[in-house]
């Protein structure tokens, strides 16, 4: 598992920052394809694009269609939600420093679309984070 031991290497030496969400989306679509618990999630999951993004800085996106996850890099041209936030924000939500809900509340996290697809991301996050060895999706 490439990406995924790449990431959790630099969690552990907090050597994590933006310009590894490439890399990051690329682990996330690891665990989907190997995650039992992701890919039954997934399967309840409508179909749904959800593009993060650091404005000006950097964006990536998930795509689950059909059951599947698939990530990329840079802008999608037809996101279902956009995840806007700075850059502090962006580099401890994907570390599990940052609690997504308290972010939100805090008006740190902007969402453009329909909130309950930003909500898929939740569960996402929070089993990719149990892979990871990092709590993720907040609480």
């Known amino acids: 598992m490439g990406a995924v031991d790449e990431i959790k290497k630099k969690i552990e030496s907090k050597a994590y920052d933006l310009k590894d969400l490439p890399l990051f989306m690329k682990a996330v679509e690891e665990v989907a394809a190997s995650n039992e618990d992701l890919q039954d999630e ?33 802008k999608h041209s037809d996101p279902t939600v956009t995840i806007q936030m700075n850059e502090d924000v962006a580099a ?42 990092v709590e993720m999706g907040g609480g």
């Open 42 to 74: 997934l399967e309840d999951q409508d179909d749904v694009v959800i593009m993060m993004e650091v404005p000006g800085i950097i964006a990536g996106y998930m795509e689950i269609k059909d059951g599947k996850l698939t990530a990329g890099e840079g």
């Open 92 to 133: 401890g939500l994907l570390t599990g420093e940052v609690d997504t809900a308290s972010a939100y509340m805090a008006g740190d996290i902007k969402i453009v679309g329909e909130m309950a697809k930003a909500m898929a991301l939740r569960s996402i996050l929070e089993i990719v984070g149990e892979e990871l060895g």
